[in-house]
Every structure is written in structure tokens, then in C-alpha cells.
């Protein structure tokens, strides 16, 4: 499984905006340029971590975003789900594709999915933050 530039660039995106929250909201052009991204792309992406309540907006001067609950309480498998949609290593498993017959792989499929959304979901902002991962 490999993660689209939307799920990295989100993912570090919403890491400077976890990184900086003691600066109250941060506006896209300082995401992107201390990142090196496109803002315009970066908009599209905070966008869909503000739809899914992962951080709020604030409009204005002083405006940007800022992370809308205490870091802890957002795990990496939130943002990235947010961004990629669900976290799987084949369609058959996440039920997209319904197989006549289940291959000899499907077992080993439905156990890295397991272990890959159990190692996403027990990683939060926090740690990010506090480099303990």
C-alpha cells in the first residue's frame, strides 16, 4: 500500500498545524511555503480535514487553522482516512470488489489490514508532536 500526495502532504500539513498551534490559527501561505507545497493544493486538503472535524478555520487577518481537538485525541488513522478514504490493502477486503471465491491471499490481505489500521489508530498528533513514535 502506498499513500497518495494527498495523504502525505495532508498528513504533514496537519503536522506543522499541530507543530504551531501555540501560535493560534495558521494560515495556509505559512503551511505551504515552510513545506514547500502548493497552496492551492493544500487548500483543497484542509478543506476535507475541516469537513471531518480533524481542525477549524478561522477567516481574517489573523485567520488560518488550527487543530479543532486536543492532540491526543487524534490518531493518524483519522487524517489519513479523511484524506484517502478508507485504509486497505485490497477492494476484496474493504467489501469495494465481492469475490465468488475467496483466493488463498484474502486471509493474509484481512490480517494487514488489521495490523496497518491497528499501527495508524495507536499513533496521534501528540506523539508526532512529541516525537515518540
Request: glycine share 8%; charged share 30%.
Amino acid at each position: 500500500m502506498k499513500l497518495s500526495t494527498r495523504g502525505r502532504y495532508g498528513l504533514r500539513a496537519i503536522c506543522y498545524i499541530a507543530e504551531n498551534q501555540d501560535k493560534g490559527f495558521i494560515p495556509v501561505s505559512e503551511i505551504s511555503e515552510n513545506l514547500n507545497l502548493s497552496e492551492n493544493y493544500l487548500e483543497q486538503l484542509v478543506r476535507m480535514l475541516k469537513k471531518d472535524g480533524l481542525i477549524k478555520s478561522s477567516r481574517g487577518p489573523k485567520g488560518g487553522y488550527k487543530i479543532n481537538s486536543d492532540l491526543e485525541n487524534i490518531t493518524i488513522g483519522q487524517v489519513l482516512r479523511s484524506l484517502e478514504g478508507d485504509m486497505t490493502t485490497s477492494d476484496c477486503v474493504s467489501g469495494k470488489v465481492i469475490c465468488d471465491d475467496k483466493c488463498d491471499a484474502y486471509d493474509l490481505f484481512t490480517k494487514l489490514d488489521y495490523l496497518i489500521n491497528q499501527a495508524i489508530d495507536s499513533i496521534t498528533l501528540d506523539n508526532i508532536v512529541k516525537h515518540e513514535i
